[in-house]
């Protein structure tokens, strides 16, 4: 089966611009979530989705960040203005459905903000 | 709150040796226990899990035992290959406050030499 796609790969910006990144889980997946891993650490949940509602935003800077999974499909992380704290890789992951099953990665995007 | 709390790293061993990565936890309810596992420039796979107490999760060689008594899920293999070299990330996934989000340790970085 296909994995999470996630796109863009990389990405540099500069502060105060913004970003948009995507993510297509694996076909069939109710539950999807948006990471955030900073170099060294281990991933912090930003975001998760129950097919288009939202199941956990609690750790999620409203006022910087916004996501939609409007179709309950795929999902657009988006930053404006971004920091340079924001400089991290971005992880889409997805699961069967809410429960125990394990999550399903996508690689990533590098995002740098200079 | 819940938190799962690994070994520093980095590990570095010989290959053949054998491998323990310590993890505990605290969590409120009863929780499902995972080891995932991250290659250079790639997302996180899941490794193993265990989703009660006293079951063994195992995979590729590795393996982890749910121990409540001590709320502990060390990871373990008889012989690392360099293939190995990976870090690795214990973490929670509880579902007592509804959805089932998952909590990751910092990780444990091991390298192993041929």
């Known amino acids: 089966e296909a994995g999470v796609a996630q796109s863009p790969r990389y990405k540099i910006i500069e502060k105060r611009q913004s970003v948009a990144f995507w993510c297509n889980p694996i076909?069939?997946?109710?539950?999807l979530y948006w990471y955030q891993q900073i170099l060294g650490q281990g991933p912090k949940l930003l975001i998760q989705?129950?097919?288009?509602?939202?199941?956990?935003d609690s750790q999620l800077p409203k006022d910087r960040f916004s996501a939609e999974r409007l179709k309950g499909v795929d999902s657009t992380l988006k930053i404006q203005p971004a920091k340079l704290e924001d400089s991290a890789v971005y992880l889409c992951?997805?699961?069967?459905?809410?429960?125990?099953?394990?999550?399903?990665f996508g690689s990533g995007t590098r995002l740098t903000v200079v | 709150g819940n938190s799962v709390t690994q070994m520093e790293g980095p590990v570095t061993l010989s290959e053949e040796a054998f491998l323990t990565i310590n993890c505990t936890y605290t969590a409120t309810g009863y929780p499902s226990l995972f080891w995932y596992v991250q290659y250079p420039g790639e997302g996180l796979q899941l490794l193993l899990k265990?989703?009660?107490?006293?079951d063994k999760g195992s995979n590729k060689g590795f393996e982890a035992t749910y121990r409540k008594e001590t709320t502990s899920f060390h990871l373990e293999k008889g012989s690392v290959q360099v293939s190995d070299s990976a870090v690795y990330f214990c973490?929670?996934?509880?579902?007592?406050?509804?959805?089932?989000?998952?909590?990751f340790g910092a990780g444990t970085r091991l390298f192993v030499k041929a």
């Open positions: 973490a929670l996934s509880d579902g007592s406050t509804g959805g089932f989000k998952t909590i």
């Open positions: 992951a997805s699961s069967l459905d809410l429960g125990p099953y394990g999550y399903t």
């Open positions: 265990a989703t009660k107490a006293d």
């Open positions: 076909s069939g997946h109710a539950t």
């Open positions: 989705f129950q097919n288009n509602g939202v199941v956990d």
